[in-house]
């Protein structure tokens, strides 16, 4: 019986792989002729965490409502592999549009170890398009909303118009735009709020997920806001 297998780089998925002699362990070794990456077939493996698409399944998992410790026991991998590549990753938003018609802005209330250390999420949405167009972490003040505004203005994003809910420290950072000010006109980050707390394990309302770290907890939300940008989520 022949049994054929195709190979693709795990580095550039090329199918231009040609053999390389072995390794101590008696394993073929392939070099991809593309980009120079040499690596044991995924079928020859005896450790699941180096399998090539791995990384790419777990960050889904991670933004889909698995925590941690279940990726690490689904996948058979250990829970630093899981930690290491969420930490690893490197998302980064950026706005899609130069214009918008109107942004819905608000707070979003998370926590990292205990619920003493509160971290805030202070993010302006874009309800036409379901876009997070620019976001910043920090205290639930004046300073950090008026933060995410220069943020906006450093990505030169125009808009006509901000929408917003009575927190006073919108009022005082957008005065200078064309505010809009009621609940009624920020269902869709609301909505989006709601997503969040769907799809970030650490975000879950009345559970006991939560980031350990800080810096996790940012690469975390970092993640999900590219993913829903681009639509994976
Ligand atoms: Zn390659």
């Not at 889909?64 to 279940?70: E, L, M």
């Not at 919108?170 to 000010?181: G, P, S």
């Amino acid at each position: 019986m022949k049994i054929k297998i195709t190979l693709y780089c795990p580095n550039c998925q090329s199918a231009n792989v040609k053999r390389n002699g072995k390794k101590v362990s008696k394993k073929q070794n392939y070099f991809c002729k593309d980009c120079g990456r040499q690596f044991i077939g995924n079928h020859a493996l005896s450790y699941k965490g180096c399998h090539s698409e791995l990384n790419q399944k777990i960050l889904f998992m991670l933004v889909r409502g698995v925590g941690i410790r279940d990726v690490a026991e689904i996948e058979k991998v250990s829970i630093r592999k899981v930690l290491s590549v969420l930490v690893c990753s490197n998302h980064n938003i950026k706005p899609k549009q130069k214009h918008y018609d109107s942004l819905e802005v608000d707070e979003f209330w998370t926590y990292v170890n205990n619920k003493q250390h509160k971290v805030w999420l202070i993010y302006a949405y874009h309800r036409a398009t379901g876009e997070i167009v620019a976001y910043v972490w920090g205290k639930r003040d004046l300073k950090t909303a008026k933060r995410l505004r220069e943020n906006l203005k450093t990505l030169e994003v125009q808009f006509d118009c901000v929408c917003s809910d009575s927190w006073e420290s919108f009022l005082v950072a957008f005065r200078e735009d064309n505010l809009v000010v009621g609940k009624q006109h920020t269902v869709g980050i609301e909505g989006n709020n709601c997503r969040l707390r769907h799809r970030i394990r650490r975000a879950f309302r009345k559970t006991c997920c939560f980031s350990k770290k800080l810096f996790n907890h940012f690469k975390a939300f970092d993640l999900a806001l590219f993913y829903i940008n681009f639509g994976f989520v």
